[in-house]
Each structure stands twice: as C-alpha cells, then as structure tokens.
C-alpha cells in the first residue's frame, strides 16, 4: 500500500523560508513524477513542481522558479520542496503527490499525502 506523508509546513514571515518533506513507502517508485501541489482557500489545486524519481529531472510552476527546488534522498525514500522567497500568495494547503504518468494536472496522481498547511505572513 502506497502510503506518503507531508511534514514540515508551518508559519513563516515574507521573504522567509520553509521545507517541506514528503516520506514515501509501500512500493519502488522508479520513474515515478513525485510532485507537489499547492490549494488555496476558494482556489484549485494546482500543481508547484516535480521531481522524477529515477532521472532527478525537475519541472516547475512559472510561479515558483527561482524560489523552489524539489529534491530527493534515495536512502531516505523522502523528498523535498524547499521554498525560499515566501509571500503571502504561496500560503496554502501543500500536497505531495505521486503518479507514474505524472504531469500538471492533478487527475493524473493516484497517490496522494494528507496535506500541511503553509501560511506567511506579510
């Protein structure tokens, strides 16, 4: 059983920085697209970025690039969103998620964390 985890969300001030972690279990996840998603009260859920577990090629919002990376740890079975540059705009629910077919859209990923929550403060 697939399982993924979210841990590392929090408040933090503009121009801040956080880490979000998303430890993955329940079955090898070669050439996987382990991404992120972001949900915003009153907005859809859309996609942030994403990592592909076998090659390490990243894919990024328009919004983020620049201030986010996306990284994995093999050993670990974990990987990561670190988020530089915050603004109150970035403040959502973030979301891990995990699909062999990947992509921006959310319909692709049958796998899914449970959320943290990300609030900045202006």
């Known amino acids: 059983q697939v399982r993924l985890v979210e841990s590392g969300g929090g408040l933090v001030q503009a121009g801040g920085s956080l880490r979000l972690s998303c430890a993955a279990s329940?079955?090898?996840?070669?050439?996987?697209?382990m991404s992120w998603f972001r949900q915003a009260p009153g907005k859809v859920r859309e996609f942030v970025g994403s990592?592909?577990?076998?090659?390490?090629?990243?894919n990024y919002a328009d919004s983020v690039k620049g201030r986010f990376t996306i990284s994995r740890d093999n050993i670990e079975n974990t990987f990561y969103l670190q988020m530089n540059a915050l603004t109150p705009d970035d403040t959502a629910v973030y979301y891990c998620?995990?699909?062999?077919?990947?992509?921006?859209?959310?319909?692709?990923?049958?796998?899914w964390g449970q959320g943290t929550q990300v609030t900045v403060s202006s």
């Open positions: 998620a995990a699909d062999p077919r990947g992509g921006t859209y959310s319909s692709g990923y049958n796998y």
């Open positions: 329940g079955r090898t996840f070669s050439w996987y697209a």
């Open positions: 990592i592909n577990w076998t090659s390490r090629k990243t």
